[in-house]
């Protein structure tokens, strides 16, 4: 489903153990990084720093990934720090399609929030812009989607990002 963005919430079921977990920055791809600068961006990085991959999880991720209906869940909990910033991009999803043998097209992201929102706070998605969440609001988006965030506050930005497909149709 083309343009695909829906925004809900949940009752927040976690504790906060994700903040001792190990985090790292995955590199962003040079031609993502010439088109930010031609943008004027000028950080020395882009992104905060994840962790994921074939890290354990805490067993209460699956129950989030139910709730936003996505199948084959990947995980990623997502740390942005003061000052950090992903410019407006479309997810690429290269890994996942190719580990779960899907198209692009079949691929949704789910965005969760771990935290209330804080002041200087900031997502976007097609060009709206979201603050004043609360701990479990979260957001599902299709793979066509433009998003940017950022945290130019002095407290961090938690979320966990579920990467996923629909049984069916979202």
Not at 34 to 44: E, L
Not at 48 to 63: A, R
Not at 79 to 100: A, G, L, Q, W
Not at 125 to 138: E, H, I, L, R, V
Request: with cysteine; charged share 25%.
């Amino acid at each position: 489903m083309k343009d695909y963005v829906v925004q809900g919430h949940m009752e927040p079921n976690w504790t906060d153990t994700y903040k001792q977990f190990e985090y790292t920055r995955q590199p962003i791809k040079d031609e993502e990084i010439i088109k930010w600068r031609s943008m004027g961006y000028t950080h020395d990085s882009f992104s905060g720093v994840m962790y994921g991959g074939n890290n354990p999880m805490p067993e209460w991720v699956h129950s989030v990934a139910d709730r936003l209906l996505l199948r084959n869940p990947g995980f990623v909990f997502y740390k942005m720090s003061c000052m950090e910033v992903m410019p407006p991009h479309e997810d690429h999803f290269e890994t996942y399609c190719r580990v779960f043998k899907v198209n692009r097209e079949q691929v949704y992201r789910g965005l969760v929030m771990l935290e209330d929102w804080k002041p200087g706070h900031y997502l976007e998605m097609s060009k709206k812009a979201y603050t004043s969440w609360n701990a479990g609001d979260y957001f599902v988006w299709s793979a066509d989607v433009e998003h940017a965030a950022s945290n130019i506050g002095s407290e961090p930005r938690w979320t966990l990002q579920i990467t996923g497909t629909f049984d069916g149709n979202p």
